[in-house]
C-alpha cells in the first residue's frame, strides 16, 4: 500500500460511521459508492453493504506501477499548464445568456441533465435548507459527473477526426484541443479515485449513463457541432459552480476531514502542485479552473464557424502583445471570445 492511497484521515472514518448509524447510506447513490479499503475502515459499515456486492479484499484496486526492465514512468500525453494560486483563486461562477434557439435548447437540456444528475447523485446545495453534503456525498458527484464530462471532448475529437479523413482536409487545430479537453476530464476522475472506489451499483448507473449521453451527443454532433459545443459550454458553467460550491463548504469548515487533507500523489505530478500546496482545497483551485478553461473553450468554438475558422486556442497570433485565447488561464474570458475577437 502506498502513501497515496492512505488519504483519509481518522476524522473521516467517525464522520461516515456517524453518518451510516443515521441511516444516510439509505441513498441509492451514496450506497452506490464505497470508500477504499485504504481510505476509509469503518467496522460498523460492514453489515450495511447494500448495493456493494464487491467483495473486501478487492477494494485496493491501485497496486504500484510494475517494475518493468526498461520502462521508468509514462508522462501525462498532454502536460497540464502551470497556474499561480492568485490565478486560481480568480476563476469566478459566470453565465452567457442564450442569444439564439440553439443556445436556448442548448441551455434548456443542461438544466434537465442537472436535474436529473442531481437526483441520481443525492446532491442539494441549497442555502435555504438544512445543509445534506458531506464529504462521502462530494465524492459521490464528483466521480460520476467525471466519468461523463469526459464523453464529449472524445466523441467531438473522433467525429472531426473522421470528417478531416472523409474530406481530406485539415481541421485546423480542433481535434488536439478536443482530446486534450477528454484527457483532463479523464484526469480528474483517475485522482477522485484515489480516494474511494464505486460499488457495482454506481458502476450500472455509470455505465446506463455514459452509454445515454454518449450516443446522443454523437448524433447531436453529427447534426449541430455548434449547439454540441454551446451545450458543454453551460455544462462546465454548471461544474465550475459545483466546485465553488465544494470549496465553500471545506474553507468554511462544514467538510472537516478535507481540511488537512493530502492530494494523491497522481494529482500532484499532473498539476504540478508546489510544495506547502497540495492539500485537497489545492485540489479543488485546480479542478474548477480546469472546468472554467473547458467553460471558456466551448463556448468559443460555438461562436465559430465549424467548418472553417482555425482553433483560437493553439493558433499563433499576429500581435501577441495583445490578450489573446491560450492554453493556460491568463487571459480567460468566462463566457467565451466572440468570433470578430480572436479569428
Not at 30 to 52: E, H, M, Q, V
Request: with cysteine; glycine share 6%; hydrophobic share 35%.
Amino acid at each position: 500500500m502506498n502513501g497515496s492511497t492512505t488519504l483519509l484521515t481518522h476524522t473521516l472514518t467517525a464522520n461516515i460511521s456517524r453518518a451510516a448509524s443515521k441511516s444516510l447510506y439509505s441513498s441509492i447513490a451514496t450506497t452506490g459508492l464505497r470508500a477504499s479499503y485504504a481510505t476509509i475502515r469503518a467496522p460498523s459499515c460492514s453489515s450495511r453493504r447494500n448495493f456493494s456486492s464487491t467483495r473486501r479484499t478487492q477494494l485496493e484496486f491501485f497496486p504500484p506501477p510494475k517494475n518493468t526492465p526498461n520502462i521508468k514512468t509514462t508522462p501525462a500525453s498532454w502536460p497540464h499548464p502551470t497556474a499561480s494560486e492568485e490565478q486560481l483563486k480568480q476563476i469566478e461562477v459566470a453565465h452567457r445568456e442564450p442569444r439564439t434557439f440553439s443556445d436556448w435548447a442548448a441551455y434548456n437540456m443542461v438544466r434537465v441533465l442537472r436535474w436529473g444528475t442531481d437526483l441520481a447523485t443525492g446532491y442539494r446545495h441549497d442555502p435555504n435548507k438544512p445543509y445534506v453534503m458531506n464529504e462521502r456525498k462530494w465524492l459521490v458527484r464528483f466521480i460520476f459527473l467525471e466519468t461523463v464530462a469526459g464523453v464529449p471532448g472524445m466523441v467531438a475529437g473522433m467525429l472531426r477526426h473522421y470528417r478531416s479523413l472523409r474530406r481530406m482536409k485539415r481541421d485546423n487545430g480542433w481535434i488536439e484541443t478536443m482530446l486534450e479537453d477528454a484527457y483532463n476530464e479523464r484526469m480528474h476522475l483517475l485522482t477522485f479515485m484515489k480516494m474511494a472506489e464505486p460499488g457495482r451499483f454506481m458502476k450500472l448507473m455509470i455505465m446506463g449513463a455514459q452509454g445515454v449521453f454518449g450516443n446522443g451527443f454523437f448524433l447531436a454532433y453529427l447534426l449541430s457541432p455548434k449547439t454540441c459545443h454551446r451545450f458543454v459550454g453551460y455544462l462546465e458553467e454548471e461544474a465550475t459552480k459545483t466546485y465553488s460550491y465544494a470549496i465553500e463548504d471545506l474553507e468554511s469548515g462544514k467538510l472537516p476531514a478535507w481540511e488537512n487533507l493530502e492530494a494523491p500523489d497522481i494529482a500532484v505530478r499532473y498539476w504540478n502542485m508546489p510544495e506547502g500546496k497540495r492539500t485537497m482545497r489545492d485540489l479543488l483551485y485546480y479542478i474548477r479552473a480546469d472546468e472554467a478553461k473547458h467553460r471558456e473553450i466551448h463556448h468559443t468554438l460555438g461562436n465559430l464557424n465549424q467548418a472553417e475558422d482555425p482553433n483560437p486556442f493553439v493558433s499563433e497570433y499576429k500581435d501577441p502583445s495583445k490578450p489573446h485565447p491560450g492554453k493556460g488561464i491568463d487571459h480567460m474570458k468566462s463566457k467565451g471570445w466572440e468570433r470578430e475577437e480572436v479569428v
